[in-house]
């Protein structure tokens, strides 16, 4: 097992071509969710906090799709999606219990992820926020003449901002190479999709802007695997942005003092039956790579590792008070080095 | 008295100006089937209907436009921004077309409403979702700014915003609404805009401050040295300059303490208009408190060093009062 036997984010990304890896990753991030609310309820994490556990497919599914040096824009709910782009569990962890151990130094907290060496871009806490982004960070990709990427993923309230709007036909327009990843899980904080969105798919919208509008079952990463290596395949050759739509679920409230009351009975288990874990482990079994009745076992050794990045992340101290002056601006004093993507 | 959390004094504000004038609707995310983010607007749904407590998509641009628009044909909206951060992407709305709709129809049309936002640090939101961004809209001719510090000056300021001819953006310190106090409401109680208010009284130094900071300022005043004496200011703009200048020629010294970068804050404006309209009573220079020049921290120790601490406060204000010379800010001592 490679989980966090490697503390370097490019290496466990690597990791993810490994079919057992890639169930092992979705385990480590519904187990790193399980431990932030645990977390929370021991006091080490302060303000808000929002899981994805559910969301385990889409976020393995795209990380394993598009390489190290392809950019990533996403939301405050992105642990998943760090974890699955290679960011250590201690070095989330971390940043949610505000440690120096953190993917930001325990600046940032919860909703502000970032690990440049695996593209991962800070994650925004403001709607619509990174789709913009994602299509600057493609125009520079062409500009500098190789054929890198950008994903911005964001979430299906998300598509009923300007910013939305704008970025796709500023992408469709300029033929950029920019993957839109809308994670449909049905709400936008305590709201159905359907009192906020006339549309059930978010996908249609691709029409307006004359781009592919792609729907995906989100709980099986060997589909959204399967969708992503299109879009990003389309990107590549220069033929211009798509809208991937993941239908999805996040099994827990929006956040963590949401207790989710407004789902209607019964929705909650019919997504539990479709669980994106079970769901691969299954194929796991069926392709000979897991042993029958080998989930179990995989489950518990993650939980340990998790356990031990835990105690890892406690152990270490929070940032010094100099930090808050630091990385303000060039001449801060921080002793910033900026990264150079594409340097290589 | 009653001891009500604060959050409840919004909540009466809003129900009570709904219940007063048929044209007050409000708009925002989660604000009617859910009771709203913070649960300042629990029940409001049920007292006054879907058609004026109105749930909206995550378009803030949107419904702070429709708010404009209704505001000129007759409505009164009070539009929730749950985070002050997000009027960021609906900003034009309010300060280019809201505040100067008056200006461009030479008074015919004017945009009577509300833009109501949790704001301010403290509580590990992180740097997206903490800062009191109040100099965004203090320096648009046009629009008013307040702050509410307490229950009473939460109920009293909003109903003045909701009442206000004209756009009034009303900051809600986020750290205060689980905040417990003695309050008996009085649905006739209104606080003027543009009125400061004395909270202690004192003789060695102004210290002029508003939000949750009106609490730092009372405790630091109780434990420092010097006798200080206390305003909150409120409105900031347009700010009272009157009680400004008439307490600091009475105590000789003017301290402002602000939830803002030194950059930003509203304070500079307080000082420059002291020092250029009461140069003579002062004993010793303006001196203001403020936030470093850095995005509000995550980590708990950090972020409250960050924020001014009554110790920290006490001890700014008794140098000035001791010396007569402005001392330096924390980080610069540091360094
Ligand atoms: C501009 C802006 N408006 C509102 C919010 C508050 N907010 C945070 S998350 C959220 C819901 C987003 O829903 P969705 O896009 O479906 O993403 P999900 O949380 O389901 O992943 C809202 C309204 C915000 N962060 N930024
Ligand atoms: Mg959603």
């Given at each position: 097992?490679?989980?966090?036997?490697?503390?370097?984010?490019?290496?466990?990304?690597?990791?993810?071509?490994?079919?057992?890896?890639?169930?092992?990753?979705?385990?480590?991030?519904?187990?790193?969710?399980?431990?932030?609310?645990?977390?929370?309820?021991?006091?080490?994490?302060?303000?808000?906090?929002h899981l994805a556990n559910g969301q385990e497919a889409v976020s393995v599914g795209i990380a394993r799709s598009?390489?190290?040096?392809?950019?990533?824009?996403?939301?405050?709910?992105?642990?998943?999606?760090?974890?699955?782009?290679?960011?250590?569990?201690?070095?989330?962890?971390?940043?949610?219990?505000?440690?120096?151990?953190?993917?930001?130094?325990?600046?940032?907290?919860?909703?502000?992820?970032?690990?440049?060496?695996?593209?991962?871009?800070?994650?925004?806490?403001?709607?619509g926020a990174g789709l913009p982004i994602a299509c600057g960070a493609a125009m520079a990709a062409r500009a500098r003449g190789n054929d890198r990427v950008a994903v911005a993923i964001f979430g299906d309230g998300s598509a009923n901002i300007g910013a939305f709007h704008e970025s796709l036909n500023f992408a469709a327009i300029r033929k950029l190479p920019v993957v839109f990843v809308c994670e449909n899980n049905l709400y936008g904080e305590y709201t159905r999709i359907q009192l906020s969105t006339p549309v059930e798919?978010?996908?249609?919208?691709?029409?307006?802007?004359?781009?592919?509008?792609?729907?995906?079952?989100?709980?099986?990463?060997?589909?959204v695997a399967e969708a992503m290596a299109e879009a990003v395949a389309r990107a590549r050759r220069g033929d211009g942005p798509s809208l991937v739509e993941m239908k999805t679920?996040?099994?827990?409230?929006?956040?963590?003092?949401?207790?989710?009351?407004?789902?209607?009975?019964?929705?909650?288990?019919?997504?539990?039956?479709?669980?994106?874990?079970?769901?691969?482990?299954?194929?796991?079994?069926?392709?000979?790579?897991?042993?029958?009745?080998?989930?179990?076992?995989?489950?518990?050794?993650?939980?340990?590792?998790?356990?031990?990045?835990?105690?890892?992340?406690?152990?270490?101290?929070?940032?010094?008070?100099?930090?808050?002056?630091?990385?303000?601006?060039?001449?801060?004093?921080?002793?910033?080095?900026?990264?150079?993507?594409?340097?290589? | 008295m009653a001891k009500i959390w604060i959050r409840q004094a919004v909540l009466r504000a809003l129900d009570d100006a709904m219940t007063d004038d048929p044209t007050v609707i409000m708009m925002g995310e989660d604000i009617a089937a859910a009771g709203g983010p913070f649960k300042v607007t629990?029940?409001?749904?049920?007292?006054?209907?879907?058609?004026?407590?109105?749930?909206?998509?995550?378009?803030?641009?949107?419904?702070?436009g429709a708010a404009v628009g209704a505001a000129v044909c007759g409505m009164k909206p009070v539009v929730e921004m749950m985070f002050i951060e997000f009027i960021g992407v609906a900003l034009d709305q309010l300060t280019t077309q809201a505040a100067t709709m008056r200006y461009l129809s030479r008074g015919r049309l004017t945009a009577p409403l509300v833009v109501r936002a949790s704001a301010g640090a403290g509580q590990g939101f992180g740097c997206q979702h903490s800062q009191m961004l109040d100099h965004w809209f203090r320096g648009t001719p046009g629009l008013k700014v307040v702050v509410t510090s307490n229950a009473r000056t939460t109920?009293?300021?909003?109903?003045?915003?909701?009442?206000?001819?004209?756009?009034v953006v009303v900051l809600?310190?986020?750290?205060?609404?689980?905040?417990?106090?003695?309050?008996?409401?009085?649905?006739?109680?209104?606080?003027?805009?543009?009125?400061?208010?004395?909270?202690?009284?004192?003789?060695?130094?102004?210290?002029?401050?508003?939000?949750?900071?009106?609490?730092?300022?009372?405790?630091?005043?109780?434990?420092?040295?010097?006798?200080?004496?206390?305003?909150?200011?409120?409105?900031?703009?347009?700010w009272d300059r009157k009680t400004v200048a008439d307490s600091v020629a009475r105590t000789g010294r003017l301290v402002t303490l602000e939830e803002a970068p030194e950059g930003s804050g509203w304070g500079?404006?307080?000082?420059?208009?002291?020092?250029?309209?009461?140069?003579?009573?002062?004993?010793?220079?303006?001196?203001?408190?403020?936030?470093?020049?850095?995005?509000?921290?995550?980590?708990?120790?950090?972020?409250?060093?960050?924020?001014?601490?009554?110790?920290?406060?006490?001890?700014?204000?008794?140098?000035?009062?001791?010396?007569?010379?402005?001392?330096?800010?924390?980080?610069?001592?540091?360094?």
């Open positions: 097992m490679t989980i966090s036997n490697s503390n370097a984010p490019v290496a466990r990304r690597e990791a993810l071509k490994d079919r057992l890896e890639q169930l092992t990753r979705m385990i480590e991030i519904r187990s790193v969710e399980e431990r932030i609310q645990k977390l929370f309820a021991e006091g080490h994490v302060r303000g808000s906090t598009i390489d190290p040096d392809d950019i990533v824009t996403c939301t405050y709910r992105g642990h998943g999606h760090a974890l699955a782009l290679g960011v250590t569990p201690a070095a989330v962890l971390g940043e949610i219990c505000g440690r120096v151990i953190g993917c930001a130094g325990g600046l940032g907290g919860s909703m502000h992820l970032v690990e440049p060496s695996v593209g991962l871009l800070p994650t925004a806490a403001i709607i798919d978010i996908a249609v919208r691709a029409a307006s802007y004359n781009m592919p509008g792609v729907i995906v079952d989100g709980q099986d990463a060997d589909k679920y996040r099994y827990s409230g929006h956040s963590r003092s949401d207790p989710a009351t407004y789902r209607p009975a019964g929705e909650l288990d019919a997504w539990l039956k479709r669980d994106p874990i079970d769901i691969f482990a299954n194929r796991m079994v069926e392709e000979n790579i897991l042993a029958a009745g080998g989930l179990d076992k995989l489950k518990a050794e993650v939980r340990e590792a998790v356990e031990l990045a835990t105690a890892e992340v406690l152990q270490s101290p929070g940032p010094e008070l100099g930090e808050i002056m630091a990385h303000v601006g060039a001449y801060s004093g921080g002793g910033d080095q900026r990264w150079n993507f594409w340097s290589k | 629990e029940g409001l749904l049920a007292a006054h209907g879907p058609d004026r407590v109105i749930d909206t998509p995550i378009s803030e641009m949107a419904f702070m109920y009293g300021l909003l109903r003045s915003a909701i009442e206000d001819p004209d756009p809600e310190p986020r750290v205060l609404y689980a905040e417990r106090e003695e309050y008996e409401f009085d649905r006739n109680y209104r606080i003027p805009l543009g009125q400061a208010e004395i909270v202690r009284k004192g003789t060695d130094a102004t210290l002029v401050t508003c939000g949750s900071m009106v609490r730092v300022a009372l405790a630091a005043a109780e434990s420092s040295k010097a006798n200080i004496e206390v305003i909150d200011l409120l409105t900031l703009w347009p500079g404006d307080v000082v420059s208009h002291i020092a250029i309209q009461a140069f003579g009573s002062l004993k010793a220079p303006p001196h203001r408190i403020t936030l470093p020049e850095a995005p509000v921290p995550y980590s708990g120790p950090l972020e409250a060093r960050f924020l001014p601490s009554p110790a920290y406060v006490a001890e700014q204000v008794d140098a000035l009062v001791s010396t007569n010379k402005s001392p330096a800010p924390w980080w610069r001592n540091a360094a």
